[in-house]
Structure formats: structure tokens, C-alpha cells
């Protein structure tokens, strides 16, 4: 529970999400504030916590001191128009999402480098073929994003005896982990990777990263895993680069349309496996005491982490 001088009004904007479990979590989490559910003639709050709102929500709330994205990734929210770009707009912080991407990440590397998906194989055959692992040393994994997903991830991997790269934007020092920064330094990162996992935000820089070029630049035998956004990932390049032999295959989380058509290609590829989006999905409860600890921080006149450069796009 977090107390807060004032008494703030908070509303609840949230396409998809069941409202009254976040509702009554507000209310629990901030019993001196107001919570409502958003309706298009609501009062106007003091703070929206959001997850792909409607244009018009906007509009309706003019008095707005910060935008709570329920989420880390904010692409969607800045796709909007509408969104007022002088109110600060605050995207999650780990908030519980951490294990969560780092288990998902670490099981799939795991997983491709014990061959198991060979085994799966064998095992629809009636083959019996016991298979040697290689070392993890033969499965040197880069990880794009060096942020709050992107660093517990690079440990947990370091933790299952791979070795790890980074690559971010601006150059990072993690114990044990190999640091790469910038577009300068992006073809070196890729020549020492083999399975390349995607962490990144998705912004005009970001956006179809994931290409022929960018793949072909990878060490032989390469695996994907996308767990970033559907947009960095150009699918047709993927599908001739495995096609080819030179992508062993991929596992993805995320896709240019969600749900993924029944149509599209991948379904096809046996070499991806595909989840619906769900690596990392938001964690209710730590959410909650996030966003409750901010607004109160707010309220003290303090300064938070976690608001969106709109110029950098994350
Ligand atoms: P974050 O803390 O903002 O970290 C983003 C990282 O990306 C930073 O290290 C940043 O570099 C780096 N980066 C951004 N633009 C770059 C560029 N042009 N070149 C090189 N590096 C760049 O974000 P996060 O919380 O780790 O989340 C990352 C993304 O994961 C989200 O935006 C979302 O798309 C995705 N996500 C997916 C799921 C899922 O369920 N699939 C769940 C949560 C999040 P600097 O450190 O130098 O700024
Ligand atoms: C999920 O994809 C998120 O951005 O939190």
C-alpha cells in the first residue's frame, strides 16, 4: 500500500484487459486516490494507467500529469496521434517481467542447443538417436537491448554456461558479458553470435533489424529468437535464410500481426516454433506497487524512471 499526500484521481483505460481485477488492485494498492474506470464522459484524473486506449481517450482527459503504459514495450501508444506529447508517458520497468523473459529465453537457447527440437523429431519418427550436446561454448548468444529485460537475461544465459554479448545503444558494462554499443559496433556483436535473441524496443532505428543482411552476418548454423516486436524481424528474410540452410531456425513470440494469420507462412516452417506472445506478459501485482510508488513519487514532487524519451522512441 502506498499513501499519498493528496488524493489523486486515477483512470483505468485498458483494451483487452478484464478492468475490475486492476480496478480493485488500484484501489488497494493507493487507498487515498480515486480510481475509475475510464467512460467517455469520466471525470478528468490527475494519472491514466493505459494499455492501447482508444484516440478519443485522450481527449476526454485533459488534465492528465503522466500516462502509465501497463507495459515495457510503448511503440503501440506512440503510434497514436492523439497522444498529447506534453504529458510524460512512463513504460514499465521490469515490474516482474524480468524471470519471466529470462526463463523464456534461457529454455529456448537450452533447448536448441541440446537439440531437443532434433529429438522431438526423432521421437514422431519412432527413432531412437541418442544425441551428444555440444558445448555451450559452440552457442555464443548476443542479445540486443541491454535494458531492464535485455541485462537479466544476458546473466541468466552467462548463469547456463553460454557465452553472452550485448548490444545497445549507449556502451554498457556487465560483469561477464562481452559489451558491444552503437551501429559502429553492430557487425562485430552479430560475427560473434549464434543465436541472436531480439530485446529491442521498436522505433524508426529498430524497425526491420532483423534482415537478410543483418541475419546473413551471424555465425554459421545461427538461431532467432524474437522477443522484442513482430516489426524487427523482416519475416520473408528469415524464411530464405532458413529455406537456405543458413538460419538453422527460430523461435517467435512476437509478429507483424498478432494473432499471427492462419495463412502465414511460418505455421509452415517446422523450423519455427511459434508462441502468442506471451515470453514476458505484465505481472499484476508488481505492476501495481510500480505505478503506485511512481504516483506517490510524483506527488512528493520527485522526479521517476522510466518516461519515454519521445525523441528516441523508448
Ligand atoms: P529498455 O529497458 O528500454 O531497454 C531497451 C534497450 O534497447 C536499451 O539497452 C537500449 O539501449 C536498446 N536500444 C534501443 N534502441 C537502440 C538502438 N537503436 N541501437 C541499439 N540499442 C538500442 O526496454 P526493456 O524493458 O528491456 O524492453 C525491451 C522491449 O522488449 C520492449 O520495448 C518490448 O518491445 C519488448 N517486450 C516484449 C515482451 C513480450 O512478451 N514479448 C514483454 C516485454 C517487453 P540503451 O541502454 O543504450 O538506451
Ligand atoms: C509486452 O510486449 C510489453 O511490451 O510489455
Redesign the pocket.
Known amino acids: 500500500m502506498t499513501r499519498v499526500a493528496r488524493s489523486p484521481r486515477v483512470v483505468f483505460c485498458a483494451e483487452g484487459a478484464p478492468a475490475d481485477p486492476w480496478l480493485r488492485g488500484l484501489a488497494d494498492v493507493l487507498p487515498d486516490a480515486t480510481i475509475d474506470a475510464w467512460s467517455a464522459d469520466g471525470p478528468p484524473a490527475d494519472y491514466a494507467v493505459v494499455w492501447s486506449p482508444p484516440d478519443r481517450f485522450y481527449a476526454t482527459q485533459p488534465r492528465l500529469k503522466a500516462i502509465f503504459n501497463l507495459?515495457?514495450?510503448?511503440?503501440g501508444l506512440l503510434r497514436s496521434a492523439a497522444l498529447p506529447s506534453d504529458i510524460p508517458l512512463v513504460?514499465?520497468?521490469?515490474a516482474g517481467?524480468a524471470p519471466l523473459?529470462a526463463e523464456y529465453v534461457v529454455q529456448t537457447a537450452v533447448r536448441h542447443a541440446r537439440g531437443l527440437d532434433r529429438m522431438e523429431d526423432d521421437r514422431r519418427a519412432g527413432r531412437w538417436v541418442p544425441r551428444r550436446s555440444a558445448e555451450r561454448s559452440a552457442f555464443p548468444v548476443g542479445v540486443?537491448?541491454?535494458?531492464?529485460?535485455?541485462i537479466p537475461v544476458a546473466r541468466a544465459l552467462g548463469a547456463n554456461g553460454f557465452p553472452v554479448a550485448l548490444?545497445?545503444?549507449?556502451t554498457?558494462a556487465v560483469d561477464g558479458v562481452r559489451c558491444f554499443?552503437?551501429?559502429g559496433q553492430l557487425d562485430d556483436f552479430l560475427a560473434t553470435t549464434r543465436i541472436l535473441v531480439c530485446?529491442?524496443?521498436?522505433?524508426s532505428?529498430?524497425e526491420d533489424i532483423l534482415d537478410r543482411e543483418t541475419l546473413g552476418r551471424l555465425l554459421p548454423d545461427a538461431y532467432l529468437i524474437n522477443?522484442?516486436?513482430g516489426h524487427h524481424l523482416v519475416d520473408d528474410d528469415l524464411l530464405a535464410l532458413i529455406a537456405a540452410g543458413r538460419i538453422a531456425g527460430a523461435t517467435l513470440?512476437?509478429f507483424r500481426s498478432e494473432p499471427l494469420p492462419g495463412d502465414h507462412p511460418f505455421w509452415r516452417e517446422p523450423r519455427i516454433t511459434i508462441t502468442p506472445?506471451?515470453?514476458?506478459?505484465t505481472q499484476r501485482s508488481a505492476t501495481l506497487r510500480q505505478i503506485a510508488d511512481k504516483i506517490a513519487s510524483l506527488e512528493r514532487g520527485e522526479p521517476i524512471s522510466g518516461v519515454v524519451d519521445r525523441a528516441?522512441g523508448?
Request: glycine residues 14%; aromatic residues 6%; proline residues 2%.
Open positions: 507495459g515495457a514495450g510503448v511503440d513504460r514499465l520497468e521490469d517481467m523473459m540486443m537491448g541491454a535494458g531492464a529485460l535485455g548490444w545497445s545503444r549507449a554498457k554499443a552503437d551501429f530485446l529491442l524496443p521498436l522505433t532505428e529498430t522477443v522484442g516486436r513470440d512476437v506472445h506471451c515470453s514476458a506478459l528516441r523508448y
